[in-house]
């Protein structure tokens, strides 16, 4: 998995996987933030550098300000890699885990209100997965019903993380 984030994404990941106790799954952040094109082509290169290496890939990353997410999107299902975007941020996902929520949302400063009356202390940099660990079925159900594919990243709001999170629940 390639997120673009510095820490938000990958300590829900890792919980997640902690949780499952599932070690075949490998999270790789990079460091620096990317658009979502890039994201693919990091993906591209690890999973070429490293042949036989994944069963399967992913890039996680937020619609935001970014211009070329439909590019991305569409780069990566040619080069089989699986995307789990989030229109606008990933933190809609975290939102889905307490609520099902339908309004359109502009932006993460939208979003993070709604979040904190279900999390009053949420800090991006500080995620606990077990504020959520219990909820993650209902994640996934709530984000089903805003996009039953998980693939349309035009969609706002929507999310494809659920595809990501059942993928490792099932492994």
Known sequence: MVCGSEQTERQYLDGLKAWQRNPAVSVKVLNKHRSPS???????DCRDRYPGEFDEVWCLFDVDQFQDVADAASRARRSRINVAVSNP???????????????????????????????????????????????????????????????????????????????????
């Open 89 to 171: 941020c990933f933190e809609l996902w975290l939102l889905l885990h307490f609520t099902r929520h339908r309004a359109h949302l502009a932006s993460y400063d939208e979003v993070v209100p709604l979040l904190r009356k279900h999390l009053p202390a949420y800090d991006k940099s500080a995620l606990r997965f077990a504020d959520y660990r219990e909820r993650v079925g209902d994640a996934c159900e709530n984000a089903k019903a805003l996009d039953p594919t998980g693939e349309d990243v035009s969609r706002n709001p929507s999310t494809g993380v659920w595809r990501l999170v059942e993928k490792i629940m099932s492994r």
């Open 38 to 44: 890039q994201l693919v082509k990091f993906a591209e």
